[in-house]
């Protein structure tokens, strides 16, 4: 959705149903999820928790997160500073 005010960047995220999306962590982002629609199960640092539509999370930066996808998902993601950084495109992500 773009790049707002203190270096923040809105983005609207949808998850498939029946997916698994593999955890990650993003090194130097912090990521808001606030979840609009849809449920399942997001893994954090290996602790699973389930989400639904209403839930908000904080996802810290370095913080390993994945979904396991329940019905179709759809969240709006708040993240400091951008996961994909707007001028070199390059994205913070790191599956290791």
């Not at 090194?27 to 209403?54: C, D, M, V, W």
């Amino acid at each position: 959705l773009g790049v707002f005010e203190g270096n923040k960047m809105l983005e609207l995220v949808e998850l498939n149903a029946g997916w698994v999306y593999p955890p990650h962590r993003h090194q130097h982002s912090t990521a808001e999820l606030s979840f609009i629609a849809g449920e399942g199960t997001l893994t954090l640092n290996g602790q699973e928790r389930p989400y639904q539509k209403g839930d908000r999370i904080i996802v810290e930066k370095g913080t390993s997160h994945g979904f396991q996808v329940g019905a179709q998902t759809l969240f709006l993601s708040i993240q400091s500073p951008p996961i994909i950084d707007p001028e070199t495109g390059k994205i913070d992500i790191d599956y290791r």
